[in-house]
DNA sequence: TTTCTAGTTTAGAAAATCTAAATCAAGAGA
DNA sequence: TCTCTTGATTTAGATTTTCTAAACTAGAAA
C-alpha cells in the first residue's frame, strides 16, 4: 500500500503553494511562521525531492514542487468540497414530507401550515406523489402513505386508520331525501378508482355488502382517480361520494358535507409514515415526526368521537 | 476560508471506509483500534452528522456518511496519486538530452554511448533535434545548443568553441590536388545552410575573406541543410566541405578526411549546455554534467593541439 | 551603514495521538 | 441458559507531533 507523507506537512505546502508565502500560509492556518517552516521542510524530506527553492529571504516552487503542488491541492480541493456539503447540511435543512396526493391537500396541507406557522424557523416542502419515492438519498425526509408499501422502507410506524361513510351536500340531500342506505345507492355515485395494490376494500359494492345491502347493478358511476377531487365534486352536489374521514373531515363538521347514515366502513390498511433516520438529527425534524404521529393519533381519536347524523355531524367529547 | 477537519480523523474515516471495519483500519494505518476508533468519534463530531451506525459489536457508514466518505476518499487518492509520481520520480531516472542533430550524430552520440559503458546504471535518452526544447517540464534535462538561445534558458554555461575548416576526401584530393587556398574555391564546395540565427558566419564567403582570398562568383555549389550530410558527404569524395573540427575531428584523425591547408575560422559563437536544476536531484544527473563540460573542455583543448597538414592531422602533446 | 522584512532554527511547552488494558455488546456454541 | 469469541469503545497515561517564542540569518531598502 503507498503510504502517505505526514498530512499535515502537505497541508502547510498546499497553503503555501497557493498563498505564495510562508507567512501569508502561517496566517491561514493560524499557526506562527516558524510552524509552517519546519512542516515545509518536512514535506520535501517525505517528497524525497527539492519542492522549494529558498533564496535568501524569499521562497518559491520549483517547477517539480509546482506539479506536486497542482496534485495535493486538488486533494485538499476534494475535502473543502466535502467541508462544504456537510456544512451546508448542517445550516439549510429544508424539511421535506412525501404524501399521497388527496391526503396532502385534503389533509396534511392545512395542517402542516398551522405547524410551520408554529415554528417559523422551520421550512416546508409537501410534495404530493402516488409513487414511493427514496429516503435514502436527501431528496425526501419523510413519506406518508398508505397499505402495504411501508416494506420498502427501513423506518416506519403506523399513523391511524381511516374509515369511509357515504357523504354528499346537502343541497343534494334535499333534492334526493333518501330514507335508507339502499336509497343511497340508486342516487349519482362518485367513485375513486384506488391505484394498484392500495385494495379495492373500500368501493360502493364492499361498502354496501358492509351494510348487509345488495349492489350488483349501479346506477349512473362517474370515477374519480383522486379521492379529493371525488369529495370536492360531492361538495358542489354532484352525488354521494363514499369519503374518507380523514380527507372529509373537515367538510363535513363545517356542514360543507353531510351524512344521512353513520356506517361506516373501515379501510383494510392503514396509513404509516416512514422516515429518513438522518432527519432525526436535522434541526426540528425530530419535532416534526412527533407532530406528525400525535396529529396520527390525533386523527384516530377525532374517528372516534365523531357522531355522524343527518342533521351534521358532532364531536363528543374525549380525553384532554 | 473554509477550515478543514483534523486530517488524522478524516484518514482513519478513509481507511475504514475503504476497508469496512475498525481494525482493518487499524492495521493499514499502523495503529491500534482504539486510536482508530477514537479518531472516528472525531471526524464525527468535526462533520456535526452521524457519519456511522454503531450497533454493538459491528459499525457501518450510514447513507451520510458513504457520501462524505466518497468526496473525502476522492482527496486521499489525489494524495496517492501525488505520491505516485514522486516516487516514479525518483526511482526511474532517465536523462534525456536534446542536441542539435548534426552535433548529436557525429559529435555527442558516440561519446555518450562511451560514457553509458562507464555508467552501466544510468539509462540515457539523446533526441536531434533543431528547435529549442522546454527544460521545465520533466521532458528533457540537458540541452545542447549554438549561438544566442541560451537566452532561452535559466541554467546554461559555454560548452566550446568550434572551428571550420575545409576539408575532403584523400581520394577527391589526389584528383583535385589543389596548390593554393584559391584553389579550393575552384572545386565543388559543399555548402551548409544554418538555420536562422545560427549566423552565416561559416559559409565559404567568409571563409575566403578571412583568408584573404575573393569568392563572388559561386563555383557549382550544393547545400545540405545538415552539417552531417555535407561531411559525409565530403568523405564521399563528393568535394570540400567547411568541416568543424567538433564533428568532423573524428572523421580528420582517421584520414577520411584530409585537411589541405590549416586555415580555420573560428565561429562566431560557441556551443552552450542548458540544464533543468532537478536533473542534478537525479541519480548520476550531477555526474553526467560535469562529464559533459569535461567534454567541452577536452573538445577545446583538442582543436588547440590539433595540427593539420596535406599528408594527414596529428595531435600535438597537450597537457594530460 | 542601519533598518526592515521574510524566513529559519532552536529549545521547551502544549497538544495530539497512541498504546495497553479494562469494558461492552452481540452472536456462536455448549 | 451460560460461556466464549469477536469487534468495538473507553480510559489513563505514555509518546510523538506540533507549536510558540525568541534568537538568528540573509537580502533589500533607507
Redesign the interface.
Known sequence: ?????P??A??AFEAFGRLGSVTAAAN?LGVSVGAVSQQLRKAEDA????LLERSGRNVVL???GR??HD??A??????????????R??TESVLTLSCLPSLASKWLGSRLLDWQEQNPSAVVRLIGEDAEPSL???QVDFRLSYGRKETEFDHWAKLFTDWVVPACSADFLSRHPVKSPQDILDCQLLSIEWSGDQGKASDWATWARSVGLDRTQPSGLVAFSLSSAAIDAAINGRGFVLAQLSMAGDDILSGRLVTPFDLRLRLAESYFLAW???VL?KPLGAELRKWLFGLGRHQDQMVARLKLARTGATLAAGRP
Do not use: C, H, V
Not at 1 to 5: A, E, V
Not at 77 to 86: L, V, Y
Open positions: 500500500m503507498i503510504s502517505l507523507p498530512l499535515r502537505l497541508q491561514a517528497a524525497g525531492i527539492a520549483t517547477t517539480r506539479k506536486y496534485r495535493i486538488a486533494g485538499f480541493d476534494q475535502f473543502r468540497s466535502a467541508q462544504g456539503w456537510i456544512e447540511l448542517n435514502d438519498g436527501d429518513d433516520p438522518a438529527e
